[in-house]
């Protein structure tokens, strides 16, 4: 059996699943001192200590020099890169850019009766970061990483954006990520991954400047990089393993369903593809469609041991139960495959994002549909978002009070920094009576 299966009652029975993903949290503990020490390294030793790093691990004899990825060689790469990819590429990024365009927000102010004014601005970080990781080597490019991380700080105004990325073996970058770059104007592309790479960006070495927001996803070294920069620089969040959780009544069809479960198992070894479903029809034919379908993946013995250990089919007596334990879960990705997915949205809470119907798979909006893919995991969608417009901006109270309400409440306000032990606060706010 491909997975397990849970009989839930109740809501309060979600515990049970509860327990079942408890080990996924992963803070990477076991790597935080080799991070920590690579951190130190790159902060004191620069471009020196990013080409050690990069030679150890990643390209064999990789100098300094090799670190900032000419111009003219981001050009070049569209030659590699056949037509009807950079086709795709260009739409896949105008759709992401048209999703993004609706988020920006703007720059407000308001007037009171007395004739003070508060507002707030919203401005653009400078500097931007973005991690892309190399992908088995590099043979496998992750252009939606760059475009879903590039395109919201575009739009947010960011004036300088900096990629960064490990080279393979003979030192050159994929083709293709260098021709989504070049596609979206991007002109400065550096070679080198990991925790060093992240710690390029944050403190800056002779040839990367360090920035003010990182983003882009990466391995348990990268994450915990991120972790221990939090107040150094701006991070897009702290995601862990992939995950999806699909809600399936009895019209959904289980090689629907299976598939859409295999799509993140194959991920990692960590990801969990969880249903839910009120169906006890769908069950069998579910673990059916797994195994059949597990069979013929390349990466299937990734999706095996995921299913194995973090995958489950959980049979709920009816979809209200099926919806309480979902809250609870607050999945990255959640799919509704039931005969009327609209009518359930506005009882979901939390979760990354939703996918209504069986037209809407997951994939959809991992690379095509808009919408950022770069989302809370581990249940913290009860209270984070997805990366986003916002992650690359600021913003700045602006408050122009008159004479009349600072003379009018001055006593009110130092009454209360009184209150706090701050008497020049006291003072400050008495002096504008004098």
């Excluded at 992908?135 to 919201?152: D, Y």
């Excluded at 809600?247 to 070894?269: C, F, G, I, K, N």
Aim: hydrophobic share 45%; glycine share 8%; aromatic share 6%.
């Amino acid at each position: 059996m491909p997975c397990r299966t849970l009989f839930l009652r109740s809501v309060d029975d979600w515990k049970e699943l509860q327990a079942l993903l408890a080990g996924r949290d992963n803070p990477g503990d076991t790597v935080e001192p080799a991070v920590r020490e690579i951190l130190d390294t790159v902060r004191a030793g620069g471009d020196a200590a990013l080409a050690d790093y990069t030679s150890r691990f990643d390209c064999p004899g990789f100098d300094a020099a090799r670190i900032r990825v000419g111009e003219d060689e981001i050009a070049a790469a569209l030659e590699e890169v056949g037509p009807d990819d950079r086709a795709i590429i260009a739409e896949a990024a105008a759709n992401i850019r048209a999703f993004h365009e609706a988020q920006k927000e703007r720059s407000w102010f308001t007037t009171r009766p007395d004739g003070s004014v508060l507002g707030q601005m919203v401005t653009p970080v400078d500097r931007a970061g973005l991690y892309v990781p190399g992908g088995q080597g590099g043979n496998t490019p992750l252009i939606s990483s760059l475009l879903m991380n590039a395109i919201p700080a575009q739009v947010a105004g960011v004036p300088e954006i900096a990629v960064i990325s490990p080279p393979r073996k003979d030192g050159t970058l994929n083709p293709f990520i260098l021709a989504a770059a070049h596609h979206l104007g991007i002109t400065e592309v550096h070679r080198a991954g990991s925790a060093w790479a992240i710690a390029a960006l944050a403190f800056g070495t002779e040839t990367v400047r360090p920035v003010d927001v990182i983003a882009g996803p990466g391995n348990i070294w990268v994450t915990t990089a991120k972790r221990l920069l939090i107040g150094r620089v701006g991070i897009d969040m702290i995601a862990g393993p992939s995950e999806i959780l699909i809600l399936a009544d009895h019209t959904a069809r289980a090689d629907w369903v299976a598939a859409d479960m295999l799509s993140q198992a194959e991920h990692d070894p960590l990801a969990s593809s969880i249903c839910i479903t009120d169906s006890p029809a769908l069950v069998d034919a579910l673990k059916l469609e797994l195994v059949a379908q597990c069979d013929t993946l390349p990466r299937a013995d990734i999706a095996r041991k995921a299913l194995a250990d973090w995958g489950a089919i959980v049979v709920v007596p009816d979809m209200a139960t099926g919806i309480g334990i979902t809250n609870k879960v607050a999945p990255e990705h959640l799919e509704v495959l039931t005969k009327d997915p609209w009518a359930l949205l506005g009882t979901i809470r939390h979760a990354g994002a939703v996918f209504l119907g069986g037209w809407s798979p997951e994939p959809v909006g991992d690379y095509y549909a808009g919408p950022n893919h770069v989302l809370p995991t581990m249940g913290t969608a009860r209270f984070s978002s997805a990366l986003s417009v916002q992650t690359f901006c600021k913003r700045t109270s602006v408050i122009s009070a008159t004479a009349a309400f600072t003379r009018g409440h001055a006593a009110s306000i130092a009454r209360l920094a009184r209150l706090e032990g701050l008497e020049a606060h006291a003072r400050s706010a008495e002096s504008r009576n004098r």
